[in-house]
């Protein structure tokens, strides 16, 4: 970030008064602009005993599968965004959704929330962003090709919760070095 | 968002190719700005049977009681944003962090997430965002000085649940118009 975006000035990193971390400042306008994480948000959706799984078209790790998930958009809740993402690459509609895993990626300072959801019909297919779109008995998941670590965490949540029946929100914290893509 | 923080030149607000949604993009350097809901994270630190607010010190709602919260840093997890927070607001140290309250505020693009957390001890006090800070019995909660709804739901659910001694994560969407600062 080097030019302000309100007035377009060059911009200075230093920290504020009443501050105790360096940002971005224009001390033509006095504007700081601030950076903060960003929420990836996304459906585990299920039919019947299979689970909804999307081969990635795009980068990164193009050709992995994945649960249907993206960045929450302004104006949206997180479940909205979560169902949006699911009709956006898998042409899929869901309903019933429920906040199922939550993830910290500090080191690429995004927020992952999954929601487990019913699947609506079988008229799904490959969005934009998808090479296919299957459904998954436990047996049949690709765990070696999963894209991300939240994508198998959450499958390994689902399948072990599936047991008893019972769902509770899952919490973790996921430290990676950068070049692990979260 | 007028100029591009990149380049300092004028950006347009067009829909990029392959996206669905009008962006603020420069054609000088192709850099598409994209702007996205930020989370809030906070701590419901616990002492015994009493809860500790603050008194905010600084707008919105000056002079209502709130939970130490503020925005999640890039770099961290959101439970050491929520820890942060509690630090700052109310020189409180917590531990035993535990996911409660997860609010979706689409009217102002924000996601508050709260925390139950154990006080370590009673050496706390008002950070510089807070005129006051104390612990409250259930009965002495001031229902009708609390400074947002998030707060108010926060703190419903924790004297509820804790009758039972279970506290399953809480997940909402509360819907205002923008005049009501969530």
Known sequence: MKFCSQCGSTLKTLVPPGDNRERFVCEACDMIHYQNPRI???????????VLLCLRAI????????????FLENGESIAEGAARETLEEANARVSNLELYTVFS?????????FYRADLADLDFSSGTE???????????????????????????????????????????????RRRNRG
Chains 1, 2 share one sequence.
């Not at 990836?40 to 299979?50: A, K, M």
């Not at 990626?105 to 929330?113: E, F, K, R, V, W």
């Open 59 to 70: 980068a990164p790790r193009k050709g992995y599968w994945t649960l249907p998930a993206g």
């Open 105 to 113: 990626l500090p080191h690429i300072s995004q927020a992952y929330m």
């Open 130 to 176: 998808s090479l296919d779109v299957r459904l998954f008995h436990q047996d049949e998941i690709p765990w070696d090709e999963l894209a991300f670590p939240v994508i198998t965490q959450s499958l390994e949540f689902f399948f072990e919760d599936r047991v008893s029946g019972e769902f509770p929100v899952r919490s973790r914290e996921l430290h990676f």
């Open 40 to 50: 990836v948000t996304g459906c585990l959706p299920v039919w019947e005993d299979r």
